[in-house]
């Protein structure tokens, strides 16, 4: 595994517009054989950063988050991200590298570790926001009609957070579809669970079968 690929995005927290080449992962990382035998799925859970007037200006708490990042992030497959105000104005995305359907489980592992390590480090907070990036062979016009075959139950129905009807990518009840390339597409799913209830089993129980159904679509 090229091990700069990943290190280069756990150095320091990374602007919310900072642009992360994806292409570049997947295709020289450790799974570059994988995107082509099964659906690729990348996750994004918004925590809350209860100490942020812990330090006088947003810029000092980032340059001090920074200083222990990356013996957090190291070997997580993670990479801390600034959320936009729109979003929470002391939020970070932590954000999963795609990893093969297969190896699904192993890294939600990761990310609950990470989740408690950033808890007992730096006191964030899981808010109960996630988000679903599920790719694979398949154009967005086979997408489009295959999408709407996926039998979500009620239970993650409630979960579901509908796309923004301004998207700039095609929109359906379940997500977005984004176009990667001539024969590769992505669907991009927003979720919110309740933090407090369901915790890290919700967690883990929303990603696991909401990403098994939607990756479905790719044959």
């Known amino acids: 595994m090229n091990e700069q690929l990943y290190t280069q995005y756990q150095q320091q927290v990374m602007a919310y517009s900072q642009v992360v080449y994806y292409d570049q992962i997947l295709m020289n990382g450790m799974y570059r054989d994988a995107i082509k035998k099964e659906p690729m799925i990348g996750i994004k859970v918004l925590l809350r950063d209860t100490n942020a007037n812990s330090a006088p200006t947003p810029s000092e708490r980032i340059r001090f988050i920074n200083t222990g990042l990356f013996r957090v992030l190291d070997q997580s497959g993670c990479f801390l991200r600034e959320s936009k105000n729109t979003v929470m104005n002391d939020g970070f995305w932590l954000v999963s590298f795609p990893v093969p359907r297969s190896q ?116």
């Open 104 to 219: 699904l489980s192993l890294q939600i592992n990761q990310i609950i570790n990470t989740m408690n390590a950033f808890g007992a480090y730096l006191g964030f907070t899981f808010t109960g926001l996630i988000e679903l990036y599920i790719s694979g062979r398949a154009t967005q016009y086979e997408l489009m009609s295959r999408i709407s075959t996926i039998n979500m139950p009620e239970k993650y129905q409630r979960q579901l957070v509908k796309p923004d009807s301004g998207s700039q990518f095609i929109s359906y009840n379940l997500g977005c579809i984004i176009p990667i390339n001539q024969f590769f597409s992505l669907i991009k799913t927003r979720w919110s669970i309740d933090p407090v209830s369901l915790q890290y089993d919700g967690l883990r129980d929303t990603i696991e079968n909401v990403s098994l159904r939607l990756s479905s679509v790719f044959y």
